[in-house]
């Protein structure tokens, strides 16, 4: 079943949203950056620009998966993660856009000292941050608030699938500026946590584009199993959006072979995408997450899987205020 783009933003319309994010984000060439790769133009979409808290693919997502907090008027909006999350940044700006409270659970972890990047941006926000080693006292915080009464809203399992259903407007939004351009895609890269990547295939799929979607992940994990999970999450965004497709784990190609060592830990590849992206298209690009996709993407140019007079897109996510916490690696 083919869907046109008036039919999907009419669906999309149906959603309760919020206006948090500069939209649409530009779709920028990078010529010296791909005659340095000496293959294909290299594009990329800047969801790293969307405004916000320093954007990132966290504006556009919690657009839709924040508006419920409002809509129901929850009163805290919590997250937890590593202490350089930008999920927390994000979570953090939000709260204070909308006026509500927020705390922080996050990980005590070793880029948690000094104060740095998006842990320094998260405090900024006015949020209560509540560091931990302990997973017992990061739950006993969320239990002793819902003890007071609140109404607590986790930005990370609260309007889950809303999240993903928001990067089907994005591809939607992508895949016009490419006609726009006169550009026909021959790869699309991007950082494989969930929501964005699941959004963009189905996306594709929905309006038939005929397009590889790989997406590199930032912690290592086995690709089939990987696959399936984001298959199962299309499969329910679908239901949500009341449309005719069916995703198997066939659907996705997500890779954990370019995360290293794991979740947070910087790899020689993804410094060297940090670097070379500065370096030569004046682009920032992190440690964690977008760096460790690039790399995945140089890798692929570099083993001669992409040729020149093709062209390959980067969806840019964000994540920059981390490279001042990892300045060291850097
Ligand atoms: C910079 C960046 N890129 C990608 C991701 C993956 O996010 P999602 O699963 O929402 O697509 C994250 C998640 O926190 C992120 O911070």
Request: with cysteine; net charge negative.
């Amino acid at each position: 079943m083919a869907y046109s783009v008036q039919d999907l933003k009419d669906r999309l319309g149906k959603f309760s949203r919020l206006d948090l994010a500069d939209l649409p984000t530009p779709l920028d060439r990078c010529p010296r950056l791909s005659g340095e790769l000496g293959g294909p133009m290299v594009w990329v979409k800047r969801e790293d620009q969307t405004g916000l808290a320093m954007g990132g693919n966290k504006a556009r997502e919690f657009e839709y998966s924040v508006a419920p907090a409002v809509d129901e008027d929850y009163d805290v909006l919590l997250h937890g993660a590593a202490s350089q999350s930008n999920q927390s940044r994000f979570t953090a700006a939000v709260a204070a856009k909308l006026g509500k409270r927020c705390v922080i659970v996050g990980r005590k972890d070793e880029h948690a000292e000094p104060i740095q990047g998006n842990l320094m941006l998260t405090h900024l926000f006015g949020a209560d941050v509540r560091l931990s080693s302990s997973a017992e006292e990061r739950d006993r915080t969320i239990a002793d608030l819902k003890d007071e009464g609140l109404k607590v809203y986790n930005t990370s399992s609260d309007g889950y699938y809303l999240r993903t259903v928001s990067y089907v407007d994005g591809f939607i939004e992508l895949w016009g500026q490419l006609q726009a351009n006169d550009v026909k895609p021959d790869g699309i890269y991007v950082c494989s946590g969930v929501h964005t990547h699941t959004g963009l295939v189905v996306g594709a799929k929905a309006l038939r584009v005929d397009v590889r979607i790989v997406g590199v992940s930032p912690s290592p994990h086995p690709n089939n199993e990987k696959n399936a999970q984001l298959s199962e999450v299309a499969n329910e965004v679908c239901k949500m959006m009341d449309l005719q497709l069916t995703f198997t784990a066939d659907d996705f190609e997500t890779r954990g072979d370019y995360a290293g060592d794991g979740y947070g830990v910087p790899t020689e590849g993804g410094i060297e995408a940090v670097n070379l992206c500065a370096k030569l298209e004046g682009l920032l690009l992190d440690p964690v997450y977008s760096g460790k996709a690039f790399s995945g993407m140089v890798d692929h140019i570099r083993s001669g899987e992409w040729k020149s007079g093709q062209n390959l897109v980067f969806v840019h996510t964000g994540g920059t205020p981390a490279l001042f916490a990892y300045a060291g690696e850097i």
